[in-house]
T-cell receptor, first 109, second 118 residues
C-alpha cells in the first residue's frame, strides 16, 4: 500500500532551526510537496522536489532522497507565525497526491 | 502564484437543505480540481477528483449522489451537498492543479468553506 509518515507534533524555540522529516512508500513517484496549514485555514504551497538534493527558498529548505524514500523540511530563524501544521504529500504514478497526516509545529518564545 | 477562490467561506444551514460551494481558478486554467474535507484536528481527506467536461471520480466511501460535483469549465467546479445533515458539518477545501506544461503539477488550494448544519 501507499504510506506517508511524518511526526505528529514537534516543538521548537523562536529563532532556532527545526527539521521535519517525511518518509514515503508509494506506487511511483512524480515529486514531493510540502504545504503549510495554519489552524482553520487551507494549506498553502511551500515547496516541490522531484530530483535529489536540497531546494532553498528563503528561511525554508526542502531536501529529497528518492533512493531512501525520504524528505525533510528545514525551517530556519523560526518565528511565532511559523506555528502551523506542515503537510508532506507525494505525487504517485497516476499524478495523484498521497497526503501525510501532517506535523503540528509549536513554536515557543 | 496561482490563485484559487472559494465561495462562500461560511455556510450555516438547516438539516435537509442543499448547499452549493463554488471553486474558481482565477489566473490559470485547471483541467483537474479536487475536493477535500477536513474535520477538526484531522488530516485532509480527498473526496473526489473532478476533470473538466467529465464525471467526477469519487473516493471510496464518498456518496456521489449526496456530494454532486460539476466541472463545467476550466476555471469553475462546484460541490453541492444535498440534503445536508449535522454530520456533514466540516471544512470543505477545493484545490486546482496548474498544468503549465512542465513536470510540476502543483495543487493550489482555495481558502476553504466552513459548513455548519443545524
Amino acid at each position: 500500500g501507499q504510506n506517508i509518515d511524518q511526526p505528529t507534533e514537534m516543538t521548537a524555540t523562536e529563532g532556532a532551526i527545526v527539521q521535519i522529516n517525511c518518509t514515503y512508500q508509494t506506487s511511483g513517484f512524480n515529486g514531493l510537496f510540502w504545504y503549510q496549514q495554519h489552524a482553520g485555514e487551507a494549506p498553502t504551497f511551500l515547496s516541490y522536489n522531484v530530483l535529489d538534493g536540497l531546494e532553498e527558498k528563503g528561511r525554508f529548505s526542502s531536501f529529497l532522497s528518492r533512493s531512501k524514500g525520504y524528505s525533510y523540511l528545514l525551517l530556519k530563524e523560526l518565528q511565532m507565525k511559523d506555528s502551523a501544521s506542515y503537510l508532506c504529500a507525494v505525487m504517485d504514478s497516476n499524478y495523484q497526491l498521497i497526503w501525510g497526516a501532517g506535523t503540528k509545529l509549536i513554536i515557543k518564545p | 502564484g496561482a490563485v484559487v477562490s472559494q465561495h462562500p467561506s461560511w455556510v450555516i444551514c438547516k438539516s435537509g437543505t442543499s448547499v452549493k460551494i463554488e471553486c474558481r481558478s482565477l489566473d490559470f486554467q485547471a483541467t483537474t480540481m479536487f475536493w477535500y474535507r477536513q474535520f477538526p484536528k484531522q488530516s485532509l481527506m480527498l473526496m473526489a477528483t473532478s476533470n473538466e467536461g467529465s464525471k467526477a471520480t469519487y473516493e471510496q466511501g464518498v456518496e456521489k449522489d449526496k456530494f454532486l460535483i460539476n466541472h463545467a469549465s476550466l476555471t469553475l467546479s462546484t460541490l453541492t451537498v444535498t440534503s445536508a445533515h449535522p454530520e456533514d458539518s466540516s471544512f470543505y477545501i477545493c484545490s486546482a492543479r496548474s498544468t503549465s506544461g512542465g513536470q510540476q503539477e502543483t495543487q493550489y488550494f482555495g481558502p476553504g468553506t466552513r459548513l455548519l448544519v443545524l
